[in-house]
């Protein structure tokens, strides 16, 4: 069973910055496939950004060049800057794991964080 555990959403301007955080818990973080989601109200569960247990990053068409996410195997942790925030940006993100490699589907993703809202004005 792993634990997810983000922060680091709030309100920001257009143009503005946020960093989301994600501690992870009970497996080897290093064999873990991790995931960055969103939703908004009505909205079905989108895929953002990825880093499988080999480091490699994907990113969603809509955040690629914005949004940066990276790991630290070290601290369990994984992170994703987002730079230049537009109001479409704004979602619930969801941080997940999955053993080793990503998906852009939410459902091969085995274990959710509680969410984090982003909000971001015009």
């Known amino acids: 069973q792993v634990q997810l555990i983000e922060s680091g959403g709030g309100l920001v301007q257009t143009g503005g910055s946020l960093r989301l955080s994600c501690a992870a818990s009970g497996r080897a973080f290093n064999s873990l496939a991790m995931g960055w989601f969103r939703q908004s109200p009505g909205m079905e569960r989108e895929f953002v950004a990825s880093s499988s247990f080999s480091d490699i990053a994907v990113y969603a068409r809509s955040v690629r060049g914005r949004f940066t996410i990276s790991r630290d195997n070290a601290k369990n942790t994984v992170n994703l800057q987002m730079v230049n925030l537009k109001p479409e940006d704004t979602a619930v993100y969801y941080c997940?794991?999955?053993?080793?490699?990503?998906?852009?589907?939410?459902?091969?993703?085995?274990?959710w964080g509680q969410g984090t809202q982003v909000t971001v004005s015009s």
């Open positions: 997940a794991s999955r053993p080793y490699s990503m998906s852009y589907r939410s459902a091969d993703w085995d274990h």
